[in-house]
């Protein structure tokens, strides 16, 4: 399998670091269990009506605001689809 290439230095972004956000937070912070949870009792509890705005609130704001999330499934899907993957923004090039 061929590796993705990477610049001297630079950590393959795979999984979220915890840093002083994470550790302050705890269960709050925006990769932790409180949003998971929320996420599936707003689905259960609220009106269908209300689904809409919620979705085209969040939808930004987590594209927003999970920057290493969305880094780490970009190389994942550059690493799966290969040279398909051109169109994923953010993804790394492969070699040609």
């Known amino acids: 399998m061929k590796q993705a290439r990477m610049h001297p230095g630079e950590r393959p972004p795979h999984?979220?670091?915890t840093g002083w956000s994470a550790r302050l937070l705890g269960r709050f912070h925006l990769t932790?269990?409180?949003?998971?949870?929320?996420?599936r009792w707003l689905v259960t509890a609220?009106?269908?009506?209300l689904m809409a705005p919620l979705i085209a609130f969040m939808t930004p704001f987590a594209y927003a605001?999970?920057?290493?999330?969305?880094r780490a499934i970009s190389?994942?899907?550059?690493?799966a689809l290969g040279p398909a993957a051109?169109?994923?923004p953010?993804?790394?090039l492969s070699a040609p």
């Open 75 to 79: 190389a994942n899907l550059a690493a």
């Open 32 to 39: 932790g269990i409180f949003w998971y949870r929320l996420n």
């Open 46 to 49: 609220a009106p269908d009506w």
């Open 15 to 17: 999984a979220p670091e």
């Open 65 to 70: 605001v999970l920057v290493r999330v969305r």
């Open 90 to 92: 953010g993804a790394p």
């Open 86 to 88: 051109s169109f994923i």
